[in-house]
């Protein structure tokens, strides 16, 4: 079956360290975007991508980086200048534009220890 | 810019009660709207996905619908069970085909 795949499911980041997110997608999206849910709140858009080898700032890229070498991986990688990184991480995927709708996995809970 | 409003916040009902969730968006320039459902400390589930030409869209007890002109969306979820305890949202794509979310409406069903 088609999906989209987060790994891992939780994190535990040091202070100071850079720790990255994996997200891979088998449903043949172009586009590709990163969002950042905290406790009680809505999602925050960090990173998206359209195209491999493109991507642009969402409204909360500070502190976050990102590739996209292949059509199928979209890596997050948290800096150690994201100063409140604790959150649930989501990835998720759709054709450009989106008229399948988006596709979205399963989550990744990173926290600061 | 794209605002996507969900009424109520938070709902609390017994088991068997028919509901009514509503979201309403102002730019009405939009090409489908999608409906999730995300239980705690989970991903977002598909619900349902509208086509911009569609007025409704239907999977098993639920029910969406999508009046454009209106800039409004409604889930209608039949039989309510305690199962269907979870928070929805719904979303519509905007610049940059990027999903603008609506704040979400919190579900608890009661046995």
């Known amino acids: 079956d088609g999906g989209i795949t987060q790994s891992p499911k939780y994190l535990f980041r040091k202070e100071g360290q850079n720790v990255t997110l994996s997200c891979e997608q088998n449903?043949?999206?172009?586009?590709m975007y990163w969002y950042r849910q905290d406790p009680g709140q809505g999602l925050r858009l960090i990173y998206y991508?359209?195209?491999?080898?493109?991507?642009q700032k969402g409204d909360i890229a500070e502190g976050y980086s990102v590739s996209r070498e292949k059509k199928e991986s979209f890596p997050l990688t948290v800096t150690s200048a994201q100063k409140n990184p604790t959150a649930f991480y989501l990835c998720?995927?759709?054709?450009?534009?989106?008229?399948?709708?988006?596709?979205f996995g399963s989550g990744t809970r990173l926290t600061v220890v | 810019k794209q605002e996507v409003t969900q009424i109520p916040a938070a709902l609390s009902v017994p088991e068997g009660e028919n509901l009514v969730l509503n979201c309403s968006f102002t730019?009405?320039?939009?090409?489908?709207l999608q409906w999730f459902r995300q239980d705690p400390g989970k991903g977002l589930t598909s619900l349902l996905l509208?086509?911009?030409?569609?007025r409704e869209q239907t999977s098993g007890r639920l029910n969406a619908s999508l009046d454009k002109s209106s800039g409004r969306s409604t889930l209608y979820i039949a039989a309510s069970q305690p199962g269907d305890s979870a928070t929805y949202l719904c979303?519509?794509?905007?610049?940059?085909?990027?999903?603008?979310f609506g704040g979400g409406t919190r579900l608890m069903v009661k046995p």
């Open positions: 998720a995927s759709s054709t450009a534009p989106a008229i399948g709708g988006y596709t």
């Open positions: 979303a519509v794509p905007g610049a940059g085909n990027m999903l603008t």
């Open positions: 730019d009405s320039a939009i090409y489908n």
């Open positions: 509208i086509q911009s030409s569609q």
């Open positions: 449903l043949n999206h172009d586009a």
């Open positions: 991508s359209q195209i491999v080898n493109d991507f």
